[in-house]
């Protein structure tokens, strides 16, 4: 959730220098639980996102990477990308 995302303010804090944090989102959510912004959002605006949060927490610029499974025979698109950003 952004909740865990502001979080990442105190992860900061405590992380070694050139430590890393990997933030993973699905775009799975219950719309009734999420903000009207997110569910407006692309995928790649949610990454946007997810990196000006960790930028406004103090980490350097970040790095997106799709790592969406590929299932044969699977009609079922469910998108997973992560974050990285480093201290």
């Known amino acids: 959730s952004i909740n865990n995302i502001v979080n990442s303010i105190?992860?900061?804090r405590v992380?070694?220098?050139g430590g890393?944090?990997?933030?993973?989102?699905?775009?799975?959510?219950f719309p009734s639980k999420a903000i009207s912004m997110w569910?407006?959002?692309?995928?790649?605006?949610?990454?946007?996102?997810?990196?000006?949060y960790a930028k406004y927490?103090?980490?350097?610029?970040?790095?997106a990477f799709d790592i969406t499974a590929s299932v044969p025979g699977?009609?079922?698109?469910?998108?997973?990308?992560?974050?990285e950003v480093s201290k």
């Open 15 to 17: 992380l070694k220098p």
């Open 39 to 52: 569910l407006n959002m692309n995928d790649r605006e949610h990454l946007e996102l997810i990196n000006g």
């Open 10 to 12: 105190k992860v900061r």
């Open 74 to 83: 699977d009609p079922y698109n469910n998108p997973m990308f992560i974050v």
């Open 57 to 63: 927490a103090g980490f350097g610029p970040g790095k």
């Open 20 to 29: 890393k944090v990997i933030i993973s989102q699905s775009n799975r959510c």
